[in-house]
C-alpha cells in the first residue's frame, strides 16, 4: 500500500555535513578513525560539542564504539541500519521526530574490503571485512555485481540501448569529480576511454562501477526548529521513502518494469511537494552506470528504454556532462563513479552543501531543492526529497 501520509515532512532538518575527501587506494587508517573525523568537523561545523548529541546513527563502525571514541556522556537512541546510506537518514529523522532523540550524529565510512576490491586482500586488516551485502556472491549465482551485470544486459536487450548510454554516465561523473576537492578520481574521461576500459563482466566495464575508496561522511539531523539557531542554513527534509516489491532478489525480480524503484517513485511523489519539474539538483545513485539510466527513466524524466537518448538531448558539450533543460546538473561532486563508492552518503553530502549553498565552484545557483534516489532495485531502493530551510 503506497500512502501520503508524511507527519514529518519539513519538521527535521539535516543541519550540517561534512567529508574526509576520499582515496582510491589502501590507507593506514582505520575506519574507526576515519568515521571520527568527519564526525568531529561537523560537529563543529555546526557549532556543538560531544555533550549535544544523544542519538548516533551509522554504518560500518557500531554506534557503541562512536560514542566511545567522541566522548558522547549520553545516548537515548542509537542504530546502525544497513546501507545505503538512505536508510540511516530516514531512521534517524524518524527518531528526532519521534522525540526518540533531539540531535542525531548520522556517519558512513567507505571502506576498502575484500567485497569491493581484491587489493583488500593484501592487507591482514581488512581480509575478514565480507559482511556486506552481494559478498561471497560467486559466478554461479546472480546476487550482489552480477545481478545488476545481468539486468544490464537485459536492458541493453530489451530497448536496443547501446553501451555507449552506460558511458555517458561515467563521462558525467568524471567531468563533475574535476571541481570536487574530495573526488578519487579527477582525471578527464573521453568515450574511447570508457569503451576501451577492462571488461569486468558484460555489458559492465570496469568505469560502469563504482570506486573502492577509502574515507567517511558525516551529518548532524536534528528538528528543523534547533537546526534553524545553527551557525548553517538547515536543509529540510521533506520525505524519505526506502521501497520493495515482494519478489526482490536479483534472480526473482519480474522484470525492468516492475522493482523498487517503482515503489520509491510512486509513494515519494506522493509525500513530496516537488517532482522533477520543481528540482534544482538530481542525485541519481550510479554504483553501477546503468541504475543511473533506470533511475532517470522511472522518476519521469522519459520512458522506459529512452535515457540515452534523453542524455543526448540534455548533454553540455561545453562542460561535458548532462545538464538537464540546461539548468539542473546531475550528481554535480562526479557520483560514486569518480568522487568515491560512498554508498549514497555523498549524494546526501552534496546535496545538503548544495542547498546551503557550501559546493564552492561545484554551486547551483539559487538551488533550494534536491531529488534524490540512492540505492539500486532490488532490495535496496530509496528515495529522499531534500529543500531548503
Not at 75 to 93: D, E, H, K, L, R
Amino acid at each position: 500500500m503506497i500512502s501520503a501520509r508524511n507527519p514529518m515532512k519539513d519538521k527535521v532538518a539535516i543541519a550540517g555535513a561534512a567529508t574526509t575527501g576520499f582515496t582510491p587506494h589502501n590507507t593506514t587508517r582505520s575506519q574507526a578513525s576515519l568515521a571520527a573525523e568527519a564526525c568531529i568537523q561537523v560537529i563543529r561545523d555546526c557549532g556543538l560539542t560531544a555533550a549535544d548529541i544523544n542519538g548516533i546513527c551509522g554504518s560500518a563502525v557500531p554506534a557503541a564504539v562512536m560514542q566511545a571514541t567522541l566522548g558522547v556522556p549520553e545516548m537515548t537512541w542509537f542504530a546502525n541500519p544497513s546501507i545505503p546510506f538512505g536508510s540511516q537518514v530516514a531512521a534517524a529523522a524518524a527518531a528526532v521526530h519521534a522525540g526518540l532523540a533531539d540531535v542525531v550524529l548520522a556517519y558512513h565510512t567507505p571502506y576498502r574490503l575484500p567485497w569491493n576490491t581484491a587489493s583488500a586482500l593484501k592487507d591482514p586488516f581488512r581480509r575478514g571485512g565480507m559482511a556486506t551485502p552481494g559478498a561471497g556472491a560467486g559466478p554461479e549465482t546472480v546476487a550482489g555485481v552480477a545481478g545488476y551485470t545481468a539486468w544490464a544486459a537485459r536492458y541493453l536487450h530489451e530497448y536496443g540501448a547501446k553501451k555507449e548510454h552506460f558511458g555517458y554516465v561515467a563521462i558525467n561523473d568524471r567531468s563533475n569529480a574535476a571541481r570536487n576537492p574530495a573526488a578519487a578520481m579527477k582525471t578527464p574521461l573521453t568515450m574511447d576511454d570508457y569503451l576501451g576500459a577492462r571488461m569486468i563482466r558484460w555489458p559492465l566495464c570496469l568505469l560502469d562501477m563504482d570506486v573502492p575508496v577509502d574515507g567517511a561522511d558525516a551529518f548532524i539531523i536534528t528538528t528543523a526548529e534547533r537546526a534553524r539557531d545553527m551557525p548553517l542554513p538547515p536543509v529540510l527534509i521533506q520525505a524519505a521513502v526506502l521501497g520493495m516489491i515482494d519478489r526482490n532478489e536479483e534472480d526473482q525480480t519480474p522484470g525492468l518494469h516492475r522493482h523498487g524503484q517503482h515503489v520509491v517513485v510512486e509513494a515519494l511523489k506522493a509525500k513530496s511537494d516537488f517532482w522533477t519539474d520543481g528540482m534544482d539538483v538530481f542525485f541519481p545513485y550510479d554504483g553501477f552506470s546503468f541504475i543511473t539510466l533506470s533511475w532517470m527513466e522511472n522518476v519521469g524524466l522519459c520512458g522506459p528504454g529512452e535515457a540515452g537518448g534523453f542524455i543526448e538531448a540534455n548533454w553540455d558539450k561545453a562542460a561535458n556532462r548532462i545538464l538537464i533543460d540546461g539548468r539542473v546538473p546531475v550528481n554535480p561532486h562526479g557520483g560514486a563513479l569518480s568522487e568515491g563508492g560512498s554508498q549514497g552518503s555523498g549524494h546526501v553530502r552534496e546535496a545538503v552543501h548544495q542547498l546551503q549553498g557550501l559546493a564552492g565552484p561545484r554551486q547551483v545557483a539559487g538551488a533550494r531543492t534536491a531529488l534524490l534516489t540512492p540505492g539500486g532495485f532490488f532490495f535496496n531502493a530509496q528515495g529522499l526529497t531534500l529543500r531548503k530551510g
